[in-house]
Nanobody, 133 residues
């Protein structure tokens, strides 16, 4: 079965850290670009970060730059998002998405409207991160 499955979401205190995983099955992440997105209740979807399996290049939204780190382990077919110095405004459902077409993922990251986001071939169902004391 072809799917992306996110895990690692939890309740964490402000200033804390959390690591999310995005595991692919049914296909290999080689040559794909993988993005992390988030959506808080009542807010628009936001493109958080992405990584290229081809050259390991990365991108971060300004809102998470310096606090989040994206990485991947192709042997495990998994992408990670290490989040540190978490803030209440980081509370959201976090989703990963992947496509061998880098332009599809970059377009979704930079402007994550439905037409771009649902144009990415593989999308997970999300994991909830709650930052609260």
């Amino acid at each position: 079965q072809v799917q992306l499955v996110e895990s690692g979401g939890a309740l964490v205190q402000p200033g804390g850290s959390l690591s999310l995983s995005c595991a692919a099955s049914g296909f290999t992440l080689d040559y794909h670009t993988i993005g992390w997105f988030r959506q808080a209740p009542g807010k628009e979807r936001e493109g958080v970060s992405c990584i290229s399996a081809s050259d390991s290049s990365t991108y971060y939204a300004d809102s998470v730059k310096g606090r989040f780190t994206i990485s991947m382990d192709l042997a495990k077919n998994t992408v990670y998002l290490l989040m540190s110095d978490l803030k209440p405004e980081d509370t959201a459902v976090y989703y990963c998405a992947a496509d061998i077409n880098v332009e599809a993922v970059v377009a979704a990251i930079l402007r994550p409207v439905d037409t771009h986001y649902y144009g990415v071939k593989y999308r997970g169902k999300g994991t909830l991160v709650t930052v609260s004391s």
